[in-house]
């Protein structure tokens, strides 16, 4: 219970905003070396109830799970977050327990020693993530990209990703995306053509989105900017979209005809990332827009044959 109350400690201290300057959760201090300090707690005053070398592995699992699951509860950071923390957290406690463990063993004659090791372990997030701050961000820019082959012509095919009519929710499947809590989206409407129209994307949870056409070149290639526009009903964190730590770039629609009459229909997304956790994080990000444009891409492709037949 002891490294529960401490995560949940640490949580207040690096989300408060008076040390946002020095500290902060989106960091590898908070998602690395502190649940490496709940590990080692953990291990630490259960030291003598350990069952074998194995069990600090998954005994910081316990206490982990608890404060994610406290801070979920008290809606200190939503689900979504929750979820893509989780795996890190709990490895990184793993790691912890087992610091931890095999010190006390090399130390066991020398307890002091061991101590004072676990001590240093307790205060490294609040030491660890003031370097880690001063340091220059990096932004990453990628691409996530997905195919899919469509019964249809181009013109048809183009008709359904200029401007799409209000989705249904059943004409949209299941998706890791919608199970985490990503906003679904309901309907695209295009003001004007050509290079300089405005096409305006809208998103459950009032997420909406302003795309200013970049090329047009009907049946073949729609590219398009894309500039969040968060309304009072935008919900966290999905209202920070377009801000400091993660934005989209621009959307590409390409149609490549195939010699049998039918189509294959390009997808790929650029984005930005600007955050301590970059690595980590694109591999989320890039997860959820590939299971994201595969529904997109499903709904078009539905539409398109449902026309052409």
């Known amino acids: ?63 982990s799970l608890i404060f994610m699951v406290v801070v ?73 990209s997905d195919v899919v082959e469509v019964n249809a012509d181009a013109a048809t095919i183009w008709a359904n990703i200029t401007s799409v009519a209000p989705i249904s929710g059943d ?18 409407t295009l003001d004007g053509t050509g290079v300089g129209a405005v096409r305006r994307g809208f998103f459950d949870y009032g997420l909406r989105f302003e795309e ?18 968060p309304t009072d009903s935008t919900q966290q964190p999905f209202n920070m979209i377009g801000g400091d730590y993660f934005g989209l770039l621009d959307v590409e629609y390409r149609i490549e005809t195939l010699p049998d009459g039918r189509s294959r229909l390009h997808l790929t997304t650029r984005y930005r990332l600007a955050t301590r956790i970059n690595a980590y994080g694109s591999l989320w990000i890039d997860t959820i827009l590939h299971d994201f444009q595969w529904s997109i891409l499903t709904v078009v492709k539905t539409r398109s044959e449902r026309a052409a037949l």
Do not use: N
């Open 1 to 63: 219970m002891l490294a529960v109350v401490y995560g949940l400690i640490g949580r207040f201290v690096f989300g408060a905003e008076q040390f946002s300057g020095f500290l902060g959760t989106l960091s590898i201090g908070f998602l690395g070396v502190m649940p490496i300090a709940i590990g080692a707690i953990t291990v630490y005053f259960g030291v003598r109830s350990q069952r074998s070398a194995i069990s600090p592995f998954f005994d910081p699992w316990l206490p």
């Open 171 to 188: 004409e949209q499947r299941l998706s890791l995306a919608q199970i985490i809590g990503i906003p679904r989206p309901v309907e695209a």
């Open 72 to 144: 979920a509860f008290f809606a200190i950071e939503l689900a979504i977050c929750i979820v893509m923390a989780a795996p890190i957290f709990v490895l990184m406690s793993s790691v912890g327990g087992m610091i931890t463990y095999y010190v006390l063993r090399f130390f066991h004659r020398r307890k002091r020693i061991g101590s004072s090791v676990v001590l240093v372990l307790l205060i490294a997030p609040y030491i660890f993530t003031p370097l880690e701050q001063s340091a220059p961000q990096v932004e990453w820019v990628r691409a996530v």
């Open 212 to 229: 200013v056409i970049t090329v047009w070149q009907p049946g073949e290639l729609l590219r398009f900017t894309v500039d969040a526009q």
